[in-house]
């Protein structure tokens, strides 16, 4: 049985940082790319960050890019999106997900960005 397990969400103050963990159990971790994906108050899912199976390739929207570093622990079988100079439009449930239509998502992490 798929789990992922999401991980790390709170209340932080404009220009902080949060750790987001993702813990995923019942498949083949290492053979997935896996995905970031958010859900602000009232509006609709935005793809945050990707990275691929091996960890050799990522990418970010544009909105977190340069801010946001999305990275993988395949022995652990956990995914991480580090998460720095945070903004109040950051503020968002936080969910990783795989499969090629994100068929698998994780319950979700709560991030508020307020001061």
């Known amino acids: 049985q798929v789990q992922l397990v999401d991980l790390g969400g709170g209340l932080v103050q404009p220009g902080g940082s949060l750790r987001l963990s993702c813990a995923a159990a019942?498949?083949?971790?290492?053979?997935?790319?896996m995905t970031w994906i958010r859900q602000a108050p009232g509006k609709g899912l935005e793809w945050v960050s990707q990275?691929?199976?091996?960890?050799?390739?990522?990418s970010y929207a544009d909105a977190v890019k340069g801010r946001f570093t999305i990275s993988r622990d395949n022995a652990k079988n956990t995914l991480y999106l580090q998460m720095n100079n945070l903004k109040p439009e950051d503020t968002a449930v936080y969910y990783c997900a795989y499969g090629t239509g994100y068929e698998y998502w994780g319950q979700g992490a709560q991030v508020i960005v307020s001061s």
């Open positions: 990275i691929f199976n091996d960890g050799s390739r990522m």
């Open positions: 019942g498949f083949t971790f290492s053979n997935h790319i």
